[in-house]
């Protein structure tokens, strides 16, 4: 599986957009992006995942850019709630899911 | 069930006991996966899950470790003769099957060894 890289930790004011970006320049033809996020002493929460196309849900939205070498997720209102490690994870759906050390989102008031 | 239940949520146990600990998937999901995570550390991955076999072991860290999966439901994680690096949050998830995203993670089992 792809390796990816993202910055350590990020900052968002509550209210705007919080957008997290992902490099994965060694993703193959059949490796989705996925994203999860983990709440401090909880269980990771899966957020959204694309393979070429851009994504939406309830949560977030996921842009991959069209050579596929990179990824960001949006929060488009980022709540405190949000606070969160991010982790962006590319996989050819084998059934592992590798987690990287992630981006620590600190939205502030 | 609504979600992944595991149990127990706390365990401390002493060193060179064993243990065991349960995870519930969700209904019809097919694909189990375990991973753990030390203080501060990411997810390490375990072993996986299809129905009641077992196709991926590569994460175990070592043969004191062992899972099994009955009925294409519950899975046990047992460490024998447990020691103090095992200390680590013991997580568990499921999905529909391997190639469907979107796992669902329980809250995991938080292992003392003391």
């Known amino acids: 599986d792809a390796k990816t890289t993202q910055p350590t930790s990020m900052d968002c004011a509550e209210g705007r957009a919080a957008n997290l970006p992902c490099n994965h320049s060694?993703?193959?033809?059949?490796?989705?992006v996925y994203w999860y996020r983990q709440i401090h002493s909880q269980g990771p929460q899966y957020i959204i995942h694309g393979l070429k196309n851009n994504e939406t849900n309830e949560m977030a939205s996921l842009i991959i850019t069209e050579d596929r070498k990179s990824s960001t997720l949006i929060l488009p209102h980022a709540t405190l709630r949000d606070t969160a490690v991010y982790y962006c994870?590319?996989?050819?759906?084998?059934?592992?899911?590798?987690f990287g050390q992630g981006t620590t989102l600190q939205v502030k008031p | 069930g609504a979600g992944v239940s595991q149990s127990p949520s706390n365990k401390v146990t002493e060193k060179g006991k064993d243990v065991e600990l349960r995870c519930d998937p969700i209904s019809g999901h097919t694909a189990l996966y375990w991973y753990r995570q030390s203080l501060g550390q990411g997810l390490e991955f375990l072993i996986y899950f299809q129905g009641n076999s077992a196709p991926d072991k590569s994460g175990l860290p070592s043969d004191r470790f062992s899972a099994e999966r009955t009925g294409g439901s519950v899975s046990t994680l047992t460490i024998q003769r447990t020691q103090q690096e095992d200390s680590a949050v013991y997580l568990c998830?499921?999905?529909?099957?391997?190639?469907?995203?979107?796992?669902?993670f329980g809250s995991g089992t938080r292992l003392t060894v003391v």
């Open positions: 060694t993703i193959s033809g059949n490796e989705y």
């Open positions: 998830a499921s999905s529909l099957s391997r190639d469907r995203g979107g796992y669902t």
């Open positions: 994870i590319v996989t050819s759906n084998t059934g592992k899911l590798i």
